[in-house]
């Protein structure tokens, strides 16, 4: 039977400049469903990447009414560990429900998000055929990009002989390859940035 396990987790705070920050959240993507690319993923995004997502998805699908989002409250306080984790159960609860709509499925940009690191601008230019690499090559080049999941740590580990097969190049011109790429699954939980 088919499965689809979303995980938001690990809000963390992030420095845009000097006088403003946002935060962003890991999404982690378990299934077995044909309908994915990749069979886990883990991606950082904020909350107005899924207000993005959100507007495109129900701009596709006209008919089906989306799940709403947590909404966005002038009284945020990202330093209110409270505001924070509600902020990530509704999101997660979001993408739970937008998961079981195989309409919504069937759109890019929602693999995209859920598997990539690109922006906004870059998913759409993907989509509407404006870039040289494939929605597939983007989920694809992404992965080779990421650190290894845990899971597929131990596998190696257990299978290791000689070659590092890990060592792919990523010419790919997928966007930038600074740490928000790789930001990786991690087994433990990560150390509080300050």
């Excluded at 507007?55 to 089906?64: D, H, T």
């Excluded at 924070?84 to 195989?102: S, T």
Aim: net charge negative; proline share 5%; aromatic share 8%.
């Amino acid at each position: 039977q088919e499965f689809v396990t979303v995980l938001v987790r690990d809000p963390r705070i992030q420095k845009e400049d000097s006088w403003h920050s946002y935060i962003d959240y890991e999404i982690f993507i378990h299934t077995n469903s044909i309908c994915f690319t990749r069979k886990t993923s883990c991606v950082r995004r904020r909350y107005r990447e899924f207000v993005w997502l959100r507007q495109r998805l129900q701009s596709n699908a006209v008919l089906i009414q989306l799940p709403e989002l947590p909404s966005r409250t002038p009284f945020f306080n990202m330093n209110n560990p409270n505001h924070v984790d509600h902020r990530r159960q509704g999101l997660q609860e979001f993408l739970e429900k937008i998961l079981q709509d195989a309409l919504l499925l069937s759109d890019s940009r929602l693999h995209l998000f859920l598997q990539t690191q690109l922006s906004p601008e870059d998913m759409e230019a993907c989509v509407s055929g404006q870039t040289k690499y494939s929605v597939a090559d983007a989920i694809l080049s992404f992965a080779s990009l990421n650190r290894r999941f845990p899971i597929e740590d131990e596998e190696e580990k257990k299978g290791k002989n000689d070659a590092d097969s890990d060592s792919e190049s990523s010419s790919s011109g997928l966007g930038p390859s600074d740490d928000s790429i790789s930001c990786g699954c991690k087994a433990s939980p990560a150390s509080e940035e300050s």
